[in-house]
């Protein structure tokens, strides 16, 4: 059996529900025996207060987002794009600081979260990539800086490769680029371990961390699909819907990948399980100088497991120049 069986499976059940409870005691205290890359922080609000409003698209799909931060910085905006089966809420984090010196759009991807499961069928990263260019049409944005997790990152490179004069750079998380992650196999040079990934374990190599912070208490989880859809008799068939988009999606090659005119890095937690390691690898190589970027000790939620590194790396690359570096094409 091939590892992107599993890898599809776990790639769904990881964002969906909260498998990594026991990180946090009933009081609310971290529990330090579990490592950092299964921790499963809970979500919060965005720093506007949640309020957004529907696009409602031409062909009929209906798409939430929000708009906030410094509308008038002089930096490029940035475009949030959360993973699968997710909302906006995924990226609290990252939104709410970057607001605090730019212009920050998140959407919450059709079907999912605030946007209803209705008048589509099925999922494609092309339509994602063509909803995101259609709000920033109606926004009257022409370009952005892309932060995408999981699919969100995914769909930030379909945006690069097609719509090149309208993305500025793309900080990708954990994204893949070919569905059964086979691609370009275990044999790529600078991946060395069985999966393509660390999937080692507090018991097998693991190493706790002593935090003596305290998180928030948990309680029932406000961001998910049926507390946040108009539609929510329709989660289910998106929890469904998505992971078929998984098995099949993406399939791209270097030819795609170096279509891309703009900076990006390929970023992953050295610790995904459910992205291989070669994604990021073959991300990283095709293309045209892209950087890498894998964090330690954490996996792919990353951007909720390590905030403060996830937000330092993620600003340091909003705000590099790219001084003569990269060439003119
Ligand atoms: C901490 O987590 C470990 C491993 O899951 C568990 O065995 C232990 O009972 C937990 N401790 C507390 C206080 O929750
Ligand atoms: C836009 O979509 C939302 C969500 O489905 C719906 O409530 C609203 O009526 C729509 N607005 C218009 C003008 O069609
Ligand atoms: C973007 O480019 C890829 C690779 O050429 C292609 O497969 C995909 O259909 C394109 N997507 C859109 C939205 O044009
Ligand atoms: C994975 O997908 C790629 C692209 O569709 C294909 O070329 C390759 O043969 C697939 N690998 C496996 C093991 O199915
Ligand atoms: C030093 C150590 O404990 N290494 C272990 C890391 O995990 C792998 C896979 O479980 C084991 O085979 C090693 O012995």
Request: hydrophobic share 40%; with cysteine.
């Amino acid at each position: 059996m091939r590892a992107y069986n599993l890898v599809v499976i776990v790639k769904g059940i990881l964002l969906l529900s909260s498998t990594a409870i026991a990180a946090f005691s009933g009081s609310g205290a971290y529990n330090a025996s579990v490592p950092r890359w299964q921790w499963d922080p809970k979500l919060h609000p965005l720093a506007n207060r949640d309020r957004g409003q529907y696009l409602n698209l031409s062909s009929g799909v209906d798409v939430w987002y929000t708009s906030f931060g410094k509308i008038h910085s002089t930096k490029t905006p940035v475009l949030l794009l959360h993973g699968g089966i997710g909302n906006s809420n995924q990226m609290f984090n990252q939104a709410n600081y970057l607001a605090k010196t730019r212009r920050v759009i998140l959407q919450d991807t059709r079907g999912q979260g605030r946007s209803p499961f209705t008048n589509f069928d099925t999922f494609h990263y092309d339509d994602f990539a063509r909803d995101a260019i259609a709000l920033l049409d109606y926004l009257k944005i022409p370009k952005v800086a892309v932060v995408g997790w999981s699919d969100g990152a995914i769909t930030g490179l379909n945006m690069a490769m097609n719509y090149t004069s309208r993305i500025e750079r793309v900080f990708a998380h954990g994204a893949n680029v070919q569905a059964n992650q086979s691609i370009p196999g275990l044999n790529d040079p600078i991946i060395n371990s069985d999966s393509g990934s660390l999937d080692s374990d507090f018991r097998t190599n693991g190493t706790a961390y002593a935090a003596n912070g305290r998180v928030r208490k948990r309680a029932a989880d406000a961001y998910t699909c049926e507390s946040l859809s108009p539609m929510p008799e329709r989660c289910s068939a998106m929890e469904s819907g998505v992971p078929k988009m998984w098995s099949s999606e993406p399939n791209w090659g270097p030819e795609a990948l170096a279509k891309i005119r703009c900076p990006v890095w390929s970023v992953d937690g050295d610790h995904d399980v459910e992205v291989q390691r070669n994604q990021a690898d073959a991300i990283a190589a095709w293309v045209p100088f892209a950087g890498q970027l894998i964090l330690p000790q954490v996996g792919h939620q990353a951007l909720l497991q390590d905030v403060t590194f996830f937000n330092f790396a993620m600003g340091y690359f909003l705000d590099m120049e790219y001084d003569g570096i990269l060439p003119s094409y």
